[in-house]
């Protein structure tokens, strides 16, 4: 993957209607950061899911100082050490000392990606 630019704008992001207009906005502070158009949507609700779900990605980020892509690989990560451990322990000819120490590793792997500061 490659390196991402985390120059975005900090702040909590909020919908907003834009004035009369069935348009959204989704905007940090006094700044319009993303206007969503009416026209570009098939009816109201898309348009308010989306800007919704614009804010949320916006906070998101701001929050945890990853990007969606970066959590779903974490995500992703997670899973496989946790399915890893479980085939380690059903399988009989794994001693549990070894399971615990890929545990531990693993362990140690999650106890940095907490560390990733916004």
Known sequence: MSKINR???KGEATVKNWDSL???????GDYVNFDIWEHQ?????SLNADAELIA???NTANKTGLTPSELLEQRDKL????????DEYENPETSISEVMRH???????????KNIKP
């Open 22 to 28: 069935p348009n959204k906005v989704v905007s940090v």
């Open 56 to 58: 949320d990605v916006f």
């Open 7 to 9: 120059n975005w704008t």
């Open 103 to 113: 545990a531990s590793n693993y362990a140690h792997a999650i106890d940095n990606a």
């Open 41 to 45: 949507h098939s009816n109201t609700k």
């Open 79 to 86: 899973i496989d050490w946790i399915d890893a451990i479980i």
